[in-house]
């Protein structure tokens, strides 16, 4: 039961992980999407 716990914490933390280096690279093309949404 405990070893479960620990998997999905893992796998929890992993994600976050991927999320975090993703982040930046979502947020620059959020970013552009937005200016040129504002410069049409």
């Keep these: 039961m405990i070893n479960?716990?620990?998997?999905v914490t893992n796998i929890e933390s992993h994600v976050a992980?991927?999320?975090?280096t993703?982040?930046?690279c979502v947020t620059s093309l959020i970013?552009?999407?937005?200016k040129k949404i504002e410069s049409v």
């Design 4 to 7: 479960k716990l620990f998997d």
């Design 17 to 20: 992980q991927h999320i975090l």
């Design 22 to 24: 993703m982040y930046p």
């Design 31 to 34: 970013v552009s999407h937005l």
